[in-house]
């Protein structure tokens, strides 16, 4: 009889399976470690162009500001100068306005029937209470009510006699914060401007005269004009 051989399959691999194993996988992770890397670097220089991006807008916004800031300094300094410049230019004036704010109304030589003749002085429209000041230095000769001796249509008034031999007239005033004989200066507080008097209307009459008394008025806006006080 004959002997059946019988061959044994071993089902330990062989040395180059192992081999093209190692191989494999060793492609494997180095594609796989690959493709990380890649993904690494890519995410990387976005957040990097991004962050340059962004300071770069922050840098113009920066520099805006400080563009802005700087003018807004120059346009600062520049009305600041304009208010000095007024300001010197009204204190080499020896005359003001009577009052700071107002519309002009009834002007000098007008006819109208709150006066019998024509009309001796300029009137300001102001309202109730606006401070009176001084139009220039001088000495009260006049004060009160009556039109300070002048007449009832003038209501409540004062006169100041000034040193270069003219007068000024203030009337229908709600307030006299001055009295006879009282020095005062050019721009001071003398009344308050009201609606006595024979008046229609809230408002400052203003006369600049050649005597203390009515009758003697001239042209006050252009009087004022001469001075360099513009109305």
């Known amino acids: 009889m004959s002997k059946r051989v019988t061959f044994k399959h071993s089902h330990r691999p062989s040395a180059s399976r192992v081999r093209g194993a190692v191989v494999a996988a060793g492609l494997g992770t180095s594609m796989v470690l690959g493709a990380g890397a890649a993904f690494a670097v890519g995410t990387t220089g976005t ?3 991004a962050s340059l991006v962004n300071a770069g807008a922050a840098e113009s916004v920066a520099q805006q500001a400080a563009a802005q800031g700087k003018a807004a300094k120059v346009a600062e300094q520049v009305a600041v100068k304009k208010a000095e410049a007024e300001k010197a230019a009204a204190a080499k004036l020896s005359w003001v306005t009577p009052v700071s704010q107002y519309e002009l109304s009834a002007s000098y030589g007008n006819d ?3 006066w019998a003749h024509k009309h001796s002085g300029q009137d300001f429209a102001v309202p109730i209470g606006t ?3 001084a139009a220039h230095n001088g ?5 009160g009510p009556n ?4 007449g009832p249509a003038y209501g409540n008034a004062i006169v100041i006699k000034h040193g270069n031999g003219t007068y000024s007239q203030y009337a229908h005033l709600s307030q006299v914060d001055v009295h006879i004989g009282q020095s005062v200066e050019k721009g001071q507080k003398i009344a308050l401007s009201g609606n006595t008097g024979n008046s229609s209307g809230p408002h400052l009459h203003f006369e600049i005269r050649t005597t203390a008394n009515y009758g003697s008025a001239v042209n006050p806006v252009s009087y004022l004009h001469k001075q360099g006080v513009s109305v």
């Open 147 to 150: 039109g300070g001796g002048d």
């Open 139 to 143: 000495t009260v000769v006049k004060a």
């Open 131 to 133: 401070k009176v000041a």
């Open 47 to 49: 957040i990097g162009a």
């Open 112 to 114: 109208g029937s709150r």
